[in-house]
Antibody, heavy 123, light 107 residues
């Protein structure tokens, strides 16, 4: 069973770039049909999908964040990363990484999640 | 993007009762790619249902999903104490995902 673990700075200043990493164990991140996503949840609010990167490196982003967000992976370290630039207080949230399976003719939701890492934007 | 609207916002029930949660989509969900998650306070969401009606691995059979097109529901046949939580529906297309705003099931 794969396990995912988020890591990040905990606190970033407004207008800075947010960088988070999700370390994956138990499976290779370049396993065929696997995709890896980032989601977030502001305090007391609902879930928001940020973006997904497939095992081929294809990326998909939420329309509300396109232009500010970049997903990437490092197969040699078996981890994937999230960068959001020009952060504001509205980017304060618990950030989760998660795994899903999808292909040309099938799609599954996020079935394995990390425990989450809290990120606060404040000066 | 597809907008998902969940109702009710809060459901107040007792252990042993039946819970029915609704999720309505602003347009038809392709492939019935509709999932339900349970989230306990301070924890990551847990996948309950995929494909509108398929229970995920290890999920008790008191949880069931139904629906197609734009109207979906999650039913918990007899509430156990550990079922009091927030529930989210999600549509998971190949290139985009959206969540409903959540339904809190409380005692």
């Amino acid at each position: 069973q794969p396990e995912l673990q988020e890591s990040g700075p905990g606190l970033v200043k407004p207008s800075d770039t947010l960088s988070l990493t999700c370390s994956v164990s138990g499976v290779s991140i370049i396993t065929t049909s696997y995709s890896w996503g980032w989601l977030r949840q502001p305090p007391g609010k609902g879930l928001e999908w940020i973006g997904t990167i497939s095992y081929t490196g294809t990326t998909y982003y939420s329309p509300s964040l396109t232009g500010r967000v970049t997903l990437s992976f490092d197969a040699s370290k078996n981890h994937f990363s999230l960068k959001i630039n020009s952060v504001t207080a509205t980017d304060t949230a618990m950030y989760f990484c998660a795994k899903r399976i999808s292909g040309p003719y099938y799609s599954f939701p996020f079935d394995i999640w990390g425990q989450g890492t809290m990120l606060t934007v404040s000066s | 993007d597809i907008v998902l609207t969940q109702s009710p916002g809060t459901l107040s029930l007792s252990p042993g009762e039946r819970a029915t949660l609704s999720c309505r989509a602003s347009q038809s969900v392709a492939g019935n790619y509709l999932a339900w998650y349970q989230q306990q306070p301070g924890q990551a969401p847990r996948l309950l249902i995929d494909g509108a009606s398929n229970r995920a691995t290890g999920i008790p059979d008191r949880f069931s999903g139904s629906g197609s097109g734009t109207d979906f529901s999650l039913t918990i046949s007899r509430l156990e104490p550990e079922d009091f939580a927030v529930y989210y529906c999600q549509q998971y297309g190949r290139s985009s995902h959206t969540f409903g705003q959540g339904t809190k099931v409380e005692i």
